[in-house]
């Protein structure tokens, strides 16, 4: 099991940056494939971007060539670095952890971005 503290939110003005941190204390952290999701007010939470333990990424369509994810299995967190943020990126975003069966989410970081 993992535990998974997001920090990193704020708000930013559209056209800006961010980058989401997601630390993870636990001992699985290396295996597991590390997801970002995230959730706007009235909507589903959406998946938004993935990394496994390989290190082999994916991206929901309106993240490609705007977000990127990594991790740094050594200080074990993974990042989610977002560049030309819309109004529609705002949403609390979530780090999820899937370890075989096991998963784990955390708490959520809230961006918002002004237009």
């Known amino acids: 099991q993992l535990q998974l503290v997001e920090s990193g939110g704020g708000l930013v003005q559209a056209g800006g940056s961010l980058r989401l941190s997601c630390a993870a204390s636990?001992?699985?952290?290396?295996?597991?494939?590390m997801d970002w999701y995230r959730q706007a007010p009235g909507k589903q939470r959406e998946l938004v971007a993935s990394i496994t333990s390989g290190g082999i990424t994916n991206y929901t369509d309106s993240a490609k060539g705007r977000f990127s994810i990594s991790r740094d299995n050594v200080g074990k967190t993974v990042y989610l670095q977002m560049s030309n943020l819309k109004p529609e990126d705002a949403a609390v975003y979530y780090c999820?952890?899937?370890?075989?069966?096991?998963?784990?989410w955390g708490q959520g970081t809230r961006v918002f971005v002004s237009s």
């Open positions: 636990g001992s699985t952290f290396n295996i597991a494939t």
């Open positions: 999820h952890s899937r370890v075989y069966l096991w998963e784990n």
